[in-house]
């Protein structure tokens, strides 16, 4: 299966100061599949070793953090000696061993030769304020689910995804009905490794469903394993309303309908908890779009996304049938299913912020605003042909942007102040003039 990722990682293996590589990404996004796939292609050796009820490396990190010591563990773990330039060593749940954690600081102080990724699924929890973190020792690559882009190369289209990198825009719409289908796909199937995997191999929506729900079933189960037990009800709740939350017109996410009377303070640690674990992504409104973003976020007002498109569905009970509709599964559920996946094409651009920006009076709202270093980029989303783009000109009149962008099932085209965009080419950023 091909994966973006496995580029920055070759890129990582190449630095001259390179440093231990942590993997971020929530529970089955292909962390594991990715650290064995890199090591088996770019080294002659690899030692993996998963953290999690692994007794034996939990006494060799909790006895001392020497690193020629740690070495000579690894080396009669593995059986083999280790050599540093041909050797990957995949540290795998590393958030189960807070001792390994620590040592990545060592590694890269005393022995930077040594090349080590590390994952885990719920990394995110164990970096907070009280944990000994390697700060500054360490880099990090942020993995999500699979793009629309890599989902056509694992369905055997490499050459429609090749057509929309070479921002050949004006060749893909001769193929757009194909677009438009597997886009559809994509909306049931989701970006998760393992659904993906099955689709390509048996074009079978039941049993992607079926692995699905058993993905939700593991994060639930999660939830009650991992999360702190007086914040289990409130996570279980918070993640419950999110489909309800993305299906109204104003997107904006409201506790109240979490329960009647919910307040904010009440769900800060479930929050925390489900973002910090890569489930759900806090898109926050500004209040004027100027660089650097982050700093006209209005804290108290945000969209919540979920991780994955396909899990959305899922949670929602899309049926089949609805593929075959026209375009009314773009439509479904007021758009929720399209902003979410527009959402997750832009996760995946690295360096790239996403707000979305709405007047003050709740007058005119702009879905997304992205601000990649360079220029801030306000973004409206259509689930259909509709080109009325009223928001985004109410933004345009007041903030005079270089470039606006309207996401649409229409063709590509360039008029005077605005970019129209098909959804299907939203994952190639860098061809349509937003990348810096």
């Known amino acids: 299966m091909y994966r973006t990722a496995m580029e920055r990682l070759r890129k990582w293996k190449m630095k001259k100061r ?7 990404g929530a529970r089955q996004v292909g962390k594991t599949w990715l650290m064995k796939e890199f090591g088996a292609n770019e080294y002659e050796e690899t030692v993996y070793i998963n953290f999690d009820s692994n ?7 909790e006895g001392g953090l020497e690193v020629r010591r740690l070495i000579m563990g690894l080396e009669l773990f593995a059986g083999y000696k280790i050599d540093p330039d041909n ?3 995949i540290f795998d749940e590393v958030q189960e061993v807070p001792e390994a954690l620590s040592s990545l600081k060592y590694f890269n102080e005393d022995a930077p030769q040594y090349q080590i990724v590390c994952a885990g699924s719920l990394l995110g929890v164990a970096l907070h304020p009280g944990t000994s973190f ?3 020792k360490v880099e990090f690559l942020d993995l999500y689910p699979l793009s629309y882009a890599e989902f056509l190369r694992a369905m055997g289209r490499e050459g429609y995804a090749e057509l929309l990198q070479n921002g050949d825009f004006d060749m893909a719409a001769a193929f757009k009905q194909d677009f438009i289908d597997l886009l559809k796909q994509y909306y049931f199937v989701g970006g998760m490794p393992e659904a993906v995997q099955a689709f390509a191999d048996d074009r079978d929506f039941n049993e992607v469903r079926e692995i699905q729900q058993r993905i939700l ?82 804290l108290k007002a945000f969209k919540l996304f979920l991780v994955d498109v396909g899990l959305l569905s899922c949670m929602t009970g899309l049926r089949q049938d609805v593929l075959l509709d026209g375009n009314a599964l773009f439509k479904e559920f007021k758009g929720a299913l399209t902003e979410q996946y527009v959402l997750q094409q832009f996760m995946t651009f ?13 007058a005119a709202e702009v879905d997304f605003v992205v601000d990649n ?45 605005i970019l129209n965009l098909p959804l299907w080419a939203v994952g190639f950023m860098d061809k349509w003039g937003g990348q810096k």
């Open 134 to 136: 390697p700060v500054g």
């Open 350 to 362: 690295s360096g790239v912020d996403i707000f979305y920006w709405s007047a003050d009076r709740g």
């Open 217 to 298: 079933a593991a994060y639930e189960q999660d939830f009650s394993k991992h999360a702190p037990n007086e914040a289990v009800p409130r996570i279980r709740m918070l993640w419950n309303s999110i489909p309800s939350q993305l299906a109204r017109e104003n997107k904006k996410f409201i506790y109240g309908l979490i329960r009647e009377g919910a307040r904010a303070k009440e769900y800060e640690l479930a929050m925390l908890w489900l973002t910090d674990c890569g489930l759900v992504h806090k898109v926050h409104r500004i209040t004027a779009p100027n660089l650097p973003l982050k700093a006209y976020e209005d």
């Open 373 to 417: 270093g360079a220029a801030v980029i306000p973004l409206e989303v259509k689930a259909e042909i509709n080109l009325q783009a009223k928001s985004l000109k109410v933004y345009r009149d007041k903030f005079h942007p270089a470039l606006s962008v309207r996401i649409s099932m229409a063709d590509y085209r360039k008029e005077e102040w």
């Open 87 to 89: 050797t990957l060593l």
């Open 55 to 61: 007794e034996r490396m939990k006494k060799l990190f």
């Open 18 to 24: 390179r440093k231990p590589l942590i993997i971020r």
